[in-house]
């Protein structure tokens, strides 16, 4: 974790360097890290237009995944009635 995200262009090397697998690690400091780094992000996405963080996200997501893997990681924005994960499927 290095910087403040404060443009797109920060928002995009972010989250292409953000491990995507993080929660998977069974070494709890890549998951410390991994968990920081996207709370980071997620807070950083709340500045900018929704659709260039969901094309900035989900573009990343498109180059580390398979393609069967990649919906569930994809960017979602909350329902006004949930505080959900933005980056998790809203029910």
């Not at 995009?12 to 360097?17: P, V």
């Not at 998951?31 to 968990?35: A, I, L, M, Q």
């Not at 997620?42 to 237009?49: G, I, M, N």
């Not at 900035?56 to 990681?73: G, H, M, P, Y």
């Given at each position: 974790m290095s910087g403040?995200?404060?443009t797109l262009e920060d928002f995009?090397?972010?989250?292409?360097?953000h491990d995507l697998t993080y929660a998977y690690s069974d070494d709890g400091s890549v998951?410390?890290?991994?968990?920081a780094e996207h709370d980071r992000i997620?807070?950083?996405?709340?500045?900018?237009?929704?659709d260039d963080v969901e094309r900035?996200?989900?573009?990343?997501?498109?180059?580390?995944?398979?393609?069967?893997?990649?919906?569930?990681?994809y960017w979602r924005w909350p329902s006004p009635?949930?505080?959900?994960d933005p980056t998790k499927a809203t029910p």
């Open positions: 403040d995200i404060e995009q090397r972010a989250c292409e360097r998951w410390r890290r991994g968990s997620r807070k950083a996405a709340e500045k900018f237009d929704r900035i996200w989900n573009a990343a997501v498109d180059t580390k995944l398979v393609e069967s893997c990649r919906s569930q990681f009635h949930t505080s959900s």
